[in-house]
């Protein structure tokens, strides 16, 4: 009984009501999933997942939420894990490990994440919820063209460009792609000239990194987690930032 009160009370603090996530959990056939939702400021995304081993739940932590889409993100990676791929390293946090590479980590998550929005896009239901949130973004081109202006880090202007390019060009249906042709162009080239003020990244990186995730066409309908795992591989090698040997350990820690 305290732990529904509880349950409830947290999920209060977030933009989905109890009726919405039974409503989505069973959409995704996870309703037998214990998920609960922890407002917590000190996360870096939205939302992130993790496991808690003693009461068997999933642990879903916030921060600031204008939308349902990053909690429906994070029951798409239960969903991806459990039902579509069965291989439970595509929902749980990395194990700990010494050699953790943190920024291949990062990168790794925003492919994975592909993966994760375009199995939730296919459901009628959850894709209105990508269409808005991708058009938030592309309708706000002088906000984000702010934002992307302060960011002085190379990987993460990767991060956003694979999640955004996949997205736009695979994810979102044609139809809309098409009202936002434009945008999206427009878009892209701004993470594209932040990315060239970095001298270990130039037009011809961008050309080999495009043509790999242009391999997202057919690789998004995968099931076999080898498959996805090496589609990840193959486009951070193509990034040509880290070695082979770099990383085909970092994939054994992240995904063992
Ligand atoms: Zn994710």
Redesign the pocket.
Known sequence: MILITILIVQIEGSMMDQNSLSRYKEILSISEENIIFVKNPYITHQAE?GFDSSSRSWVVNFNITQSEFPFI??L??IYFAKIKTRYMHFALPPPPHLELNRRIGDLM?NL??CF?NYNLSVFKEIYPIIQQNDFEYLDNLRQFQTKIGSINDLNTLLGWYILFYLDFRFILKKEDRDIKNQEIYSFLEILRSQIYNFTDFNRNNMIKLTKSLNKFEKAKIEIQHVRIIYFIYNTLLSIKLWSKEELKKQIEIFFP
Do not use: S
């Open positions: 997942l993100h994070e798409g990676h998550g994975l994440d994760v």
